[in-house]
């Protein structure tokens, strides 16, 4: 008996000693559901979170016209994270919770001066969530998106994410930017939105950041580069394709399911060339032209004509990164780096002065498997 | 008090009794003074022979002792030209009771016991031995449906408080002379008789020792159900888990005997101990090897997942909402929040009371009669379900926490297992109050270690897990079917 005793008095010690007081019941809490960071004229952070009213959602006990919000915004300026972090708090009578964050938002200015600075918090901090998908906000502020009323969720935060993965793609998160920053030769391409004054916000493509020089935005792709953009990084899950075909350019749109891509890079007397193919299978969801797909000749012409329209876009895009933005956007470094680690040694400290001049072959091969369930359009 | 201050009889019991019936009459009418129940019936054959029937009324069958004792003997008298007979208690034996036991005792006190057993106590004139004969025949509860195990397969057969039906059930089962069951008379004023049933060749004889020691040494002044022999004989007495079996069902009893288990079987009790036993034990159902294999395997898993859920749910429910809100998905802690806006006590308070609440419900169930049994359902169902979490005393998902815990532990086949959990709920609570999820893990690791530290009758409590017999584990988990089963 005594030697029970003592035994559960050293584990109440053991147990007391670690420090794990920290009960807080969760009435006491207030949960950020998203943050918002801005950069403003005069140089200072402006954090704006956007913190849930557990009683506007809690149905049962709303009873009757007095429902509440289900959100409040509260924004603050700091020097840095938690220093404006600090002044929310003052506005607020729960103390602030970060580890439910769903959506970092990047305000349009926040990007332009650099992220580097302020992203430590993120992941030094234990209590804050990783998986926040995070974007940047295109000509516009964090502030004004978080604020704005969304359609299905309770709070727009959570849509964020969902939005992606409608737009059939990987939902970015913060963890991914961390990835992508640290990695030896990838840019961080991370989604964009526009402040929309109905919806709230409308998707906008990618903003590409630089992560050799302080995390800077450079510029954006529209929506549909930064569709193929994903697609070479493996980023896009799913897609629709439409192109028009013969003399009165009747359309034709393919949905492709399984999306591949390959990035081989070959040395060509320490030279690399970079041979980019991507692969796509789908079902035809929709042919206004006079073709019919159940026959070869017809199939053949689609599937052509698919795939040479694709392979276009897709140089168009190589092209842009290569001489507008002069930046590796496809990850292609990072692929040079698994494929020939030794010559990446030497190509690397001047690899962005190398990527404007690489040869680049982009092949793109668009099939389908489903014609859909009638032959020729009617 | 008056009672007790008496002296019950003073004649000393372990007197040899005499030749004379007057004395011996005498001092047996002292034994049994103010015995109302106790008859004493004065037999005179052919004018000279003086028999003395002594019985105790209510426990002796009057059919026989009428037809095969009384008349043979007042009408047709001592028969006549069959030898030389020494007495007239070898003449009843040997010829005129020829379907009963018998036998014959030299002293009182052995006199005494027999005839408060339902035995017919015949003395002679002029022999010093008493001739006893088992015409007992007492009401007895039939055989019924077992009412604590039901299964939805098997035998409807259950124990009842008679011993010698208990063990014509093993017997009926179990066809072998190997079946063995030793008797033994506990308690002071009880005599229970205690019956270790045991099939010779397969049960470990180490152990069987080590039983049968532990039998002899109870010293009880009564046994009134087989619980009294399991807490004398438990290895330890500080263990919120049981360590025998304790079963209702021949069948499960066989099984165990069939194992090699050592059964306990006590006189006025329907319940038959099984030892030892093991955790896995708690978590069987009669039925378990009479149902296909692959439901069983299902079933089990849902026992194991309700038995931990039993254990675990409120106390998790506690450290994950107010230690760590970070491992709740977002939108479930959202809801749990807004559900408790308006709670007034703090979370661990909640599910104290509620469990409270629900601990006295359910031990009211228990002991109120069938007919008012129904009122606290609905008063439970009312008062703590609904009522409370609209008046905004109880938050909504502690009501779903603890009821779901509650039902949880109800899954657990065997009644008595599910108490240790049901127990240890509390503990593990104030725990995970103070600390959090490290207080629960301290309060699992406590529990496993003592779990792993008892081996009831020498045999470990988690084996065949712990320690690993990778053969048997196997069947634990998965109820394999009996011939793969038997080929591991």
């Known amino acids: 008996m005594k030697k029970i005793l003592l035994i559960f008095c050293l584990l109440f010690l053991s147990a007391s000693s670690t420090g794990c007081w920290n009960l807080k019941e969760p009435n006491q809490r207030a949960f950020i559901i998203g943050v918002g960071m801005d950069m403003t004229e005069d140089k200072e952070l402006e954090i704006s979170s956007e913190v849930a009213v557990p009683a506007g959602l809690g149905s049962s006990q709303v009873t009757g016209a007095g429902k509440k919000n289900t959100y409040t915004v509260v924004s603050a300026k700091g020097k840095d994270f938690m220093d404006a972090g600090q002044r929310l708090q003052a506005e607020l009578s729960r103390s602030l919770f970060y580890a439910h964050r769903q959506t970092i938002l990047i305000g349009h200015h926040m990007a332009e001066v650099g992220l580097d600075k302020y992203l430590d918090m993120i992941f030094r901090n234990p209590k804050s969530e990783l998986r926040s998908v995070i974007l940047v906000v295109k000509d516009g502020t964090a502030k004004e998106v978080i604020k704005a009323e969304p359609t299905f969720d309770p709070f727009i935060s959570t849509t964020l994410g969902s939005q992606q993965s409608a737009l059939g793609m990987k939902p970015y998160y913060y963890r991914m930017l961390l990835c992508d920053a640290f990695s030896e030769g990838t840019q961080p391409i991370v989604p964009a939105i526009t402040a929309d004054p109905s919806r709230g916000y409308v998707y906008a493509g990618s903003a590409i950041l630089d992560k050799d020089h302080g995390i800077k935005l450079v510029g954006y792709l529209n929506p549909e580069e930064s569709m193929y953009d994903n697609w070479i990084m493996g980023k896009q899950k799913n897609l629709t394709f439409t192109t028009s075909i013969g003399k009165r350019n009747e359309t034709i749109s393919i949905a492709v399911q399984s999306l591949k891509h390959r990035t081989r890079i070959k040395m060509v007397k320490h030279r690399p060339q970079i041979y980019i193919s991507l692969h796509g299978i789908g079902s035809i969801v929709e042919n206004n032209s006079s073709l019919d797909p159940s026959r070869e000749d017809d199939l053949k012409t689609i599937q052509t004509k698919l795939s040479q329209e694709a392979e276009k876009k897709v140089r168009k895009l190589v092209d842009k990164a290569q001489h507008q933005y002069k930046i590796d956007i496809f990850g292609i470094g990072e692929h040079v780096h698994r494929q020939h680690p030794e010559i990446w040694k030497t190509l690397k400290p001047h690899w962005r002065e190398t990527f404007p001049e690489l040869p680049i072959t982009v092949s793109v091969h668009l099939r389908y498997r489903d014609p859909g369930q009638t032959n020729s359009s009617l | ?488």
């Open chain 2, 1 to 488: 008090m008056n009672s007790a201050n008496q002296k019950p009889t003073n004649i000393d019991p372990n007197l040899p009794l005499s030749r004379h019936l007057v004395d011996n009459e005498h001092m047996l009418k002292t034994m049994f003074e103010r015995c109302s129940d106790v008859i004493f019936r004065d037999v005179t054959l052919q004018g000279d022979t003086k028999l003395l029937f002594i019985y105790v009324d209510g426990m002796i069958d009057k059919d026989i002792i009428q037809s095969v004792i009384l008349k043979p003997l007042i009408y047709e008298g001592i028969p006549q030209g069959v030898g030389p007979i020494d007495s007239i208690a070898q003449m009843c034996d040997q010829q005129l009771f020829a379907v009963l036991q018998t036998k014959k005792v030299n002293t009182f006190r052995d006199a005494a016991d027999d005839i408060l057993k339902g035995h017919l106590a015949i003395l002679a004139d002029g022999e010093p031995t008493v001739l006893l004969t088992d015409v007992s025949d007492y009401e007895t509860r039939s055989i019924e449906e077992p009412s604590t195990e039901s299964a939805l397969r098997g035998t409807r057969e259950s124990f009842t408080e008679s011993l010698r039906t208990n063990t014509t059930m093993l017997r009926r089962i179990i066809v072998t002379p190997n079946l063995k069951m030793e008797s033994y008379n506990i308690g002071k004023l009880t005599q229970t008789e205690v019956v270790l049933a045991y099939i010779d060749g397969l049960v470990s004889t180490s152990m069987l020792d080590e039983i049968r020691s532990r039998v002899e040494r109870i010293d009880l002044q009564g046994v009134l159900e087989s619980g009294y022999i399991e807490e004398s004989i438990e290895d330890t007495h500080y263990s919120p888990f049981p360590q025998m079996l304790s079963s209702e069902r021949p069948d499960v009893v066989s099984a165990g005997l069939m194992e090699g288990r050592v059964a306990v079987l006590v006189n006025g009790s329907p319940i038959t101990l099984v030892v030892p036993m093991t955790f896995w034990d708690g978590l069987q159902a009669p039925d378990d090897y009479y149902e296909r294999f692959m439901y069983i395997t299902m079933n089990r898993w849902i026992r194991y997942l309700f038995a931990l859920f039993a254990i675990l749910f409120p106390s998790v429910y506690i450290a994950l909402t107010t230690y760590h809100p970070e491992m709740v998905p977002p939108k479930l802690m959202l809801s749990i929040t807004g559900l408790r806006e308006q709670a007034p006590f703090p979370t661990v308070i909640e599910v104290f009371i509620m469990e409270f609440m629900f601990e006295g419900l359910r031990e009211a169930g228990i002991r109120l009669p069938q007919q008012i049994g129904p009122l606290v359902s609905i008063v439970g169902a009312l008062v703590i379900g609904q009522a409370a979490v609209q008046a905004g005393i109880i938050s909504a998902p502690i009501v779903i926490v603890v009821s779901a815990a509650g039902i949880s532990s109800f899954v657990i086949p065997r009644y008595r297992f599910g108490y240790p959990m049901r127990m240890l709920r509390f503990p593990l609570l104030v725990l995970s109050g103070i600390f959090g999820l490290f207080g629960t893990a301290i309060g699992m690791i406590a529990i496993l270690s003592h779990l792993i530290h008892l081996t009831p009758f020498g045999s470990p409590y988690l084996q065949p897990v712990a320690p690993t017999k990778k053969n048997r584990a196997k069947n634990v988990f998965l109820r394999l079917p009996r011939k793969r089963a038997s080929k591991s």
